[in-house]
């Protein structure tokens, strides 16, 4: 498995940008959060900037950039459902094991990239506009470098449980209606009422985006990302138990 692992991750990585969708959907994951920074840090109120951490300027963007990340996952997975690819895809690589390997190896990839180069344009875009205000668009912190790093691991885990509500549903669909809804803010907004949703994939790693103030209960960044990584790995193993015996060529 690992002598063949480099040639499988390249034609997953190959099958997956060839995808018009998933093209479109990168470039809009790539460049929505450097827009919306630079507007934010145009629009931003004198009256209220000492408010703001600036080690965080920039970095408010990445919530909006995670419902296209979970897009990228879905489709990559989907698609081998949607146009009828999966047997092509099988025949190719009949070892199931190392063909999902691949995939989500590559999905996750994926995802971390476009976390650490889309919020990383966001963070000097949103500085750069904020240079006359004394904040150097190059003068990166090691907080903020953990911070991207944070935002990366949280793009490449949330896709990978996408990826794998997808493999399980063999559509798109599911992946968006349950995961979309939570990473747009549905969830944070019942979390002084249930406290238990901290635990939510999408809650237990907000943390990796940005600070968010104590007294909203949420996890610490580090617990956070051990809790999203759990989601993964239940999911991610339950979708390869359920593929294994399933979706058979014939």
């Not at 875009?125 to 470098?145: N, W």
Request: charged share 10%; hydrophobic share 60%; net charge positive.
């Amino acid at each position: 498995m690992l002598a063949t692992l480099p040639r499988d991750l390249r034609v997953e990585a190959i099958k997956a940008l060839t995808l018009r969708s998933v093209q479109v959907s990168f470039l809009t994951a790539i460049l929505a959060p450097a827009v919306l920074a630079v507007a934010s840090g145009a629009s931003l109120d004198p009256l209220h900037a000492e408010g703001f951490p600036a080690a965080s300027h920039g970095f408010e963007t990445a919530g909006f950039a995670q419902p296209l990340v979970i897009l990228i996952a879905a489709l990559i997975v989907g698609s081998e459902y949607s146009d009828g690819q999966l047997r092509t895809s099988l025949l190719a690589n009949p070892r199931r094991i190392r063909f999902i390997a691949a995939k989500f190896a590559v999905i996750a990839g994926f995802a971390a990239l476009v976390g650490a180069v889309s919020i990383g344009i966001a963070v000097l875009g949103k500085r750069a506009v904020l240079a006359e205000r004394g904040i150097l668009p190059f003068d990166f912190t090691a907080e903020m470098l953990s911070n991207l790093l944070g935002v990366a691991l949280n793009f490449g885990l949330i896709a990978l449980i996408a990826a794998a509500l997808t493999l399980l549903a063999r559509t798109v669909i599911v992946a968006l209606i349950v995961l979309v809804p939570l990473v747009l803010g549905l969830s944070i907004s019942l979390v002084p009422f249930l406290p238990a949703l901290k635990f939510l994939p999408d809650l237990a790693g907000i943390q990796l985006l940005m600070p968010y103030p104590r007294e909203m209960g949420l996890l610490e960044p580090g617990v956070g990302a051990v809790v999203m990584a759990c989601w993964a790995i239940v999911l991610g193993g339950g979708s390869w138990i359920v593929f294994r015996g399933r979706d058979v060529s014939g």
